[in-house]
C-alpha cells in the first residue's frame, strides 16, 4: 500500500499541484483545482496514516507558531473566513508530512526536479503558441471586455518580443521563482555527481532561460544573495587565520555594498528596471501598516493569502486590480497574527535554516544542501512577496523545518 501511494507518477502529480497552482487554475477553473486539492490531501492523509506519523516529526516552535495561528479566529473580525482559509494551513502541513514520509529526500528532489521541468518547459511551449496566436489568452472561464487590465492575461503572448513571460502560472516572478528552484537543484546535482551530468546541465539551461526571459528583480536579488550565501559558507568551512581574516572581509564588504544600495536606491531598483516604489509595493505596505496598527500584538486572524470573498480584504488596489498579498511575508504574518506571531514565525524559521545550514557547511554534498538553499530563497523573497504562506511556499516551509528538525535530533543524538 505505501509503494502505490507513493509511486513517481502519483508524487510528481502532488508537487505539479503545488508548484503550479495557478495552472489548474487557469485552465480547469477554481472549482476544479479545489476538488484537486481535496483528492490530494486525501492521498496525505492516507500516506501520514499508512506509515504512522507521528506530530512529534514537527518542531516544537512550528508547532506554537501552528497553534497561534489556530487561536487568532477567537478575536477575528472576519473568524468564518479565517477558519475556512486555516484549512489550507492544515493541508499544507498534511503535504509537508506525507512528502517527507513517503519518500527519501534524494527522491524528493529528484522528483520535485521532474515536476520543476515539465512545468518549466511547458511555460516555453505555452508562451510560443501563445505568442503565435497574436493576442493575450485569459484564464478558462474568464469574460474580458475592452476595460479589463492587461494583469488578468494569464498570458500576454510576448515571448518573441522583450517582453516578460508569464509560462503556464501566469506570472512572471512565480515563474521565475520556480526556474531559481530548479537551478538550484540542477546546479548541485551536477556538483555533487557527474551521473546525471546531461540532465542537470539541461535543467539548469531551461532554468536560466525562464529566469532571463521573466526579468524577475525579486529573483535576481534572491540569485545573487544565493551565491553570497554559499562563498560565505565555503569560507567559514576553511580553517585557519588567513581564511577567518578573509571570510571578516568579505562580510565587510557585503555590508559596505548593502549600505551603498540603500543610499543609492533610486540608481539600484532602475538597475533592475523597477521603480524607487518597488512597482507600488510601498503604497500596499502603507495600507497593511494601517491594518496592523488596529490589533499590533495579536493580530486580526490568520488567512495566508487574502481571500477576494471577504470586504474586509479590500485593503488596496493598484489600477484597479485588488491586491491578494501585502507583497511582504512578515507585514502579512504581522497583520494576521501580530508581534507574536512574527516571533514565533521568526524563531521557526530562524531555528530551521540554523540546522540546515550546519549540515550544508559540514556536507555540502548532504540532500539537505538543496533544502537549505530554498529556504534561503523563500526567506529573500519573503521582503517582497507572501508566496511563503500558502501553496508550495507553505509546503516547502513545512517540509525544510521537518528536515530540519530531523537534524537537530541526528545531531542531538551525536553529542
Keep these: 500500500m505505501a509503494q502505490i501511494i507513493a509511486k513517481k507518477p502519483v508524487m510528481v502529480a502532488i508537487l505539479t499541484l503545488l508548484f503550479a497552482g495557478d495552472f489548474f487554475r487557469n485552465a480547469l477553473t477554481v472549482p476544479v483545482w479545489a476538488a484537486l486539492v481535496v483528492i490530494s490531501s486525501m492521498w496525505a492523509l492516507v500516506v501520514i496514516i499508512v506509515n504512522r506519523v507521528s506530530w512529534r516529526a514537527l518542531p516544537i516552535p512550528l508547532l506554537g507558531l501552528l497553534a497561534w495561528w489556530g487561536m487568532t479566529p477567537l478575536w477575528s473580525p472576519y473568524a468564518p473566513t479565517s477558519l475556512v482559509m486555516l484549512l489550507s494551513a492544515v493541508m499544507g502541513v498534511l503535504f509537508g508530512l506525507a512528502i517527507t514520509s513517503a519518500v527519501p529526500l534524494d527522491e524528493f528532489v529528484r522528483q520535485s526536479a521532474v515536476s520543476l521541468r515539465l512545468i518549466l518547459f511547458g511555460s516555453i511551449i505555452f508562451e510560443v503558441i501563445v505568442a503565435l496566436i497574436g493576442h493575450p489568452v485569459y484564464p478558462v472561464g ?25 509560462g503556464l502560472v501566469g506570472n512572471a516572478n512565480v515563474l521565475g521563482m520556480l526556474g531559481l528552484v530548479l537551478l538550484i537543484i540542477g546546479l548541485w546535482r551536477l556538483y555533487v ?12 539551461a531551461l532554468a536560466i532561460i525562464i529566469i532571463a526571459r521573466t526579468m524577475s528583480a525579486t529573483v535576481t536579488v534572491t540569485l545573487v544573495a544565493l551565491v553570497i550565501i554559499a562563498g560565505l559558507t565555503a569560507l567559514a568551512r576553511r580553517t585557519g587565520l588567513g581564511w577567518r581574516i578573509g571570510l571578516g572581509g568579505a562580510i565587510a564588504i557585503i555590508g559596505g555594498a548593502v549600505v551603498t544600495t540603500a543610499w543609492q536606491w533610486s ?24 491594518r496592523i496598527n488596529a490589533s499590533p500584538i495579536l493580530g486580526t486572524g490568520f488567512v495566508g493569502w487574502w481571500p477576494s470573498w471577504d470586504p474586509w480584504f479590500a485593503i488596496h488596489a493598484v489600477d484597479g486590480l485588488p491586491m491578494s498579498q501585502a507583497h511582504n511575508v512578515w507585514l502579512d504574518i504581522a497583520m494576521q497574527s501580530g508581534l507574536v506571531g512574527v516571533m514565533l514565525f521568526a524563531i521557526t524559521l530562524v531555528t530551521a535554516l540554523w540546522y540546515l545550514w550546519r549540515t550544508f557547511t559540514q556536507s555540502p554534498l548532504s540532500d539537505a544542501s538543496v533544502p537549505f538553499l530554498v529556504l534561503c530563497a523563500l526567506t529573500v523573497q519573503s521582503l517582497t512577496e507572501s508566496r511563503f504562506l500558502h501553496e508550495w511556499g507553505f509546503v516547502c516551509f513545512i517540509i525544510c523545518a521537518i528536515i530540519a528538525e530531523r537534524s537537530r535530533v541526528v545531531t542531538t543524538a551525536k553529542l
Design 267 to 290: 540608481t539600484f531598483v532602475a538597475l533592475l528596471g523597477k521603480s524607487p516604489d518597488l512597482t507600488h509595493r510601498f503604497d500596499i505596505w502603507a495600507a497593511v501598516v494601517d
Design 193 to 204: 555527481s557527474r551521473q546525471r551530468g546531461i540532465v542537470s546541465v539541461l535543467d539548469s
Design 142 to 166: 474568464f469574460s474580458e471586455t475592452a476595460e479589463t487590465p492587461i494583469e488578468m492575461a494569464w498570458s500576454r503572448g510576448l515571448f518573441f518580443s522583450a517582453g516578460r513571460i508569464q
